[in-house]
């Protein structure tokens, strides 16, 4: 199973906005509503930020949104906060209990 | 609080086998699925096996499907990943993970245990 295709890094400043996108296929992504991301500090274990497309966990700040067209998910962050730096992976589920995972991007807080 | 910690890391040859546990608490472990996924230095992440609650239901990636063995033991709380044939390219951290309610995410992870295969 092909990796999800996220851009490697991504960047803003303090309050602005950033979408990381998730590229997938029919098979993965465009197929089923069971998007999750996460976003992983370094050294740190990752932490589930959405799941199931565009539900957040509680304690999830509400900055944190994500959506779904087609074969492409997306993971936005408004007002974008220096805590926010890290990487971010998609996840997908891709059929028969498979999870299909990004590559991961990194984003700077500028 | 949800706690999940893996051990049973180290270092070991190829071809060697490793068995990692996970011990978990704070929640009713036996009506939880439980995963272990992987992140090898400097690389993303990478989904290995998954577990259902009872135990009787068990996935694994293709990447490992046959040389892994996952299982757990609801009386101790715990779900171990018996690593077989290690290869150079199995090296990397060790994550286990509860599956949350919708069976297709994790919502609690552990810190991890790092595996290295090296001769």
């Known amino acids: 199973q092909s990796a999800l295709t996220q851009p490697r890094s991504v960047s803003g400043s303090p309050g602005q906005s950033v979408i990381i996108s998730c590229s997938g296929t029919s098979s993965d992504v465009g197929g089923y509503n069971f998007v999750s991301w996460y976003q992983q500090h370094p050294g740190k274990a990752p932490k589930l930020m959405i799941y199931d497309v565009s539900k957040r966990p509680s304690g999830v700040p509400d900055r944190f949104s994500g959506s779904k067209s087609g074969n492409t998910a997306s993971l936005t962050i408004s007002g974008l906060q220096a805590e926010d730096e890290g990487d971010y992976y998609c996840c997908s589920f891709s059929g028969t209990y498979t999870l299909t995972i990004g590559g991961g991007t990194k984003l700077t807080v500028l | 609080e949800v706690q999940v910690v893996e051990s049973g890391g180290g270092s070991v040859q190829p071809g060697g086998s490793l068995r990692l546990s996970c011990a978990a608490s704070?929640?009713?472990?036996?009506?939880?699925?439980m995963a272990w996924v992987r992140q090898a230095p400097g690389k993303g992440l990478e989904w290995l096996s998954y577990?259902?609650?009872?135990?009787?239901?068990?996935y694994y990636a293709d990447s490992v499907k046959g040389r892994f063995i996952i299982s757990r033991d609801n009386a101790e709380n715990s779900v171990y990943l018996q690593m077989n044939s290690l290869r150079d390219e199995d090296t990397a951290m060790y994550y286990c993970?509860?599956?949350?309610?919708?069976?297709?995410?994790?919502?609690?992870w552990g810190q991890g245990t790092l595996v290295t295969v090296s001769s």
């Open positions: 704070g929640f009713t472990f036996n009506t939880y699925s």
């Open positions: 577990i259902s609650s009872s135990g009787f239901t068990i």
């Open positions: 993970a509860r599956v949350g309610w919708g069976e297709y995410y994790f919502d609690y």
